[in-house]
Nanobody, 124 residues
Framework: QRQLVESGGGLVQAGGSLRLSCAAS????????MGWFRQAPGKEREFVVA????????YYADSVKGRFTISRDNAKNTVYLQMNSLKPEDTAVYYC?????????????????WGQGTQVTVSS
Protein backbone atom coordinates (compact mmCIF):
# COMPACT_ATOMS: atom_id res chain seq x y z
CA GLN A 1 0.00 0.00 0.00
CA ARG A 2 1.47 3.30 -1.05
CA GLN A 3 1.07 6.22 1.32
CA LEU A 4 1.06 9.84 0.28
CA VAL A 5 1.40 12.63 2.83
CA GLU A 6 0.86 16.25 1.84
CA SER A 7 2.21 19.24 3.72
CA GLY A 8 2.74 22.94 3.24
CA GLY A 9 -0.81 24.22 3.21
CA GLY A 10 -1.90 27.25 5.18
CA LEU A 11 -3.40 30.72 5.10
CA VAL A 12 -1.96 33.28 2.71
CA GLN A 13 -3.06 36.62 1.34
CA ALA A 14 -4.03 37.04 -2.28
CA GLY A 15 -0.94 37.44 -4.41
CA GLY A 16 1.14 35.35 -2.05
CA SER A 17 2.85 32.01 -2.50
CA LEU A 18 2.84 28.57 -0.96
CA ARG A 19 4.78 25.41 -1.68
CA LEU A 20 3.07 22.10 -1.16
CA SER A 21 4.96 18.85 -0.76
CA CYS A 22 3.76 15.28 -1.12
CA ALA A 23 5.98 12.56 0.31
CA ALA A 24 5.44 9.00 -0.86
CA SER A 25 6.34 5.78 0.86
CA UNK A 26 7.93 2.85 -0.92
CA UNK A 27 10.83 2.35 -3.28
CA UNK A 28 9.04 2.61 -6.62
CA UNK A 29 8.04 6.28 -6.58
CA UNK A 30 9.59 6.81 -10.00
CA UNK A 31 7.14 4.27 -11.43
CA UNK A 32 4.18 6.53 -10.74
CA UNK A 33 2.87 9.51 -12.59
CA MET A 34 1.72 12.07 -10.02
CA GLY A 35 -0.99 14.67 -9.88
CA TRP A 36 -2.44 17.41 -7.73
CA PHE A 37 -6.16 17.93 -7.37
CA ARG A 38 -8.20 20.29 -5.25
CA GLN A 39 -11.67 20.40 -3.81
CA ALA A 40 -13.46 23.48 -2.56
CA PRO A 41 -16.50 23.23 -0.25
CA GLY A 42 -19.59 22.17 -2.16
CA LYS A 43 -17.64 21.51 -5.36
CA GLU A 44 -16.32 18.44 -7.11
CA ARG A 45 -12.69 17.47 -6.99
CA GLU A 46 -10.84 19.43 -9.66
CA PHE A 47 -7.68 18.61 -11.59
CA VAL A 48 -4.82 21.03 -11.03
CA VAL A 49 -1.67 19.58 -12.56
CA ALA A 50 0.03 16.29 -13.40
CA UNK A 51 3.60 15.19 -14.00
CA UNK A 52 5.05 12.17 -15.75
CA UNK A 53 7.16 9.55 -14.03
CA UNK A 54 10.41 11.13 -15.15
CA UNK A 55 9.24 14.67 -14.51
CA UNK A 56 9.88 15.70 -18.10
CA UNK A 57 6.23 16.15 -19.04
CA UNK A 58 3.68 18.24 -17.19
CA TYR A 59 0.06 19.14 -17.79
CA TYR A 60 -1.70 22.09 -16.15
CA ALA A 61 -5.29 23.13 -15.78
CA ASP A 62 -5.90 26.43 -17.54
CA SER A 63 -6.89 28.04 -14.25
CA VAL A 64 -3.40 27.63 -12.78
CA LYS A 65 -1.21 27.78 -15.87
CA GLY A 66 1.55 30.33 -15.45
CA ARG A 67 1.05 30.55 -11.67
CA PHE A 68 1.62 27.01 -10.41
CA THR A 69 4.62 24.77 -11.05
CA ILE A 70 4.84 21.05 -10.38
CA SER A 71 8.12 19.25 -9.91
CA ARG A 72 9.34 15.99 -8.46
CA ASP A 73 12.45 14.61 -6.86
CA ASN A 74 12.46 10.86 -7.37
CA ALA A 75 15.48 10.46 -5.10
CA LYS A 76 13.42 11.93 -2.26
CA ASN A 77 10.11 10.30 -3.22
CA THR A 78 8.53 13.73 -3.21
CA VAL A 79 6.44 15.83 -5.56
CA TYR A 80 6.07 19.58 -5.11
CA LEU A 81 3.56 22.20 -6.08
CA GLN A 82 4.83 25.77 -6.10
CA MET A 83 1.86 28.12 -6.09
CA ASN A 84 2.44 31.79 -6.88
CA SER A 85 0.07 34.71 -7.39
CA LEU A 86 -2.56 32.95 -5.34
CA LYS A 87 -6.17 34.02 -5.66
CA PRO A 88 -9.13 33.55 -3.30
CA GLU A 89 -10.59 31.09 -5.80
CA ASP A 90 -7.58 28.84 -5.22
CA THR A 91 -8.91 28.14 -1.73
CA ALA A 92 -9.47 24.40 -1.39
CA VAL A 93 -8.17 21.20 0.08
CA TYR A 94 -5.29 20.08 -2.11
CA TYR A 95 -4.66 16.39 -2.68
CA CYS A 96 -1.77 14.62 -4.31
CA UNK A 97 -2.36 11.37 -6.14
CA UNK A 98 -0.28 8.62 -7.71
CA UNK A 99 -1.01 6.71 -10.89
CA UNK A 100 0.80 3.51 -11.82
CA UNK A 101 1.01 4.32 -15.48
CA UNK A 102 3.56 5.64 -17.91
CA UNK A 103 1.27 8.51 -18.84
CA UNK A 104 -0.23 11.24 -16.71
CA UNK A 105 -3.92 11.96 -16.49
CA UNK A 106 -6.40 14.61 -15.38
CA UNK A 107 -9.10 12.11 -14.42
CA UNK A 108 -9.38 11.48 -10.68
CA UNK A 109 -10.65 7.92 -11.10
CA UNK A 110 -7.50 6.98 -13.01
CA UNK A 111 -5.30 7.54 -9.96
CA UNK A 112 -4.58 4.64 -7.62
CA UNK A 113 -3.47 6.33 -4.41
CA TRP A 114 -4.43 9.55 -2.67
CA GLY A 115 -3.12 11.61 0.19
CA GLN A 116 -5.26 12.96 3.00
CA GLY A 117 -5.16 16.51 1.69
CA THR A 118 -3.85 19.83 2.95
CA GLN A 119 -5.92 23.00 3.32
CA VAL A 120 -4.98 26.09 1.35
CA THR A 121 -6.84 29.27 2.19
CA VAL A 122 -6.28 32.49 0.26
CA SER A 123 -7.71 35.63 1.80
CA SER A 124 -8.68 38.65 -0.26
Amino acid sequence: QRQLVESGGGLVQAGGSLRLSCAASGRTFSSYAMGWFRQAPGKEREFVVAISRSGVNTYYADSVKGRFTISRDNAKNTVYLQMNSLKPEDTAVYYCAARSSVSYSSVPNSFDYWGQGTQVTVSS
